[in-house]
């Protein structure tokens, strides 16, 4: 079974960064309060596969389909999209801003089990599904096991089947 999977070798960097960037932001915003800005994220993914796809859901919600894209080449999947910021509330009146804004891009290397010309998105209540079909030769195949002496085509036993000399 391929799996992909995105290494990642230092997460507690991410969790560094993000806690330097809070102290920089109040250090430095206007009185003291966390000044608002838009960040690139890395929406999550799971990827999992059956005997027939590869799948991928990723969690982008708050995003129209519209600024979602989603492309194959080289054998590369590449999904890009864009959170963007509601502008119908003032940045001043916010007090804490948590959720990610801004862009993002995500890559995955297909295994060459993958089918590129049998893929489908669907996009619904917030998650991306990506099905990755794979290619025909791929798939499992079931051999059927038969029960008994292996026979020739004349009707005799084959060698070594049957009697003991």
Known sequence: MTVITR?????????????????????????GEESLSTSTFAPPVDVYEDDHNVVLTIEVPGIDEKDIDVRIENNTLTVHGERKLEKEEKEENYRRVERQYGSFTRSFTLPSTVDPEQVSANYEKGVLKIKLAKK??????????????ERTLEGKEAKGAGRAA
């Open 7 to 31: 290494w990642d070798p230092f997460p507690e960097f991410s969790t560094l960064q993000d806690r330097m960037n809070r102290l920089f932001r109040e250090s430095h915003g206007p009185e």
């Open 136 to 149: 025909a030769e791929a798939k499992p195949k079931q051999i059927k096991v038969n029960v008994g002496s």
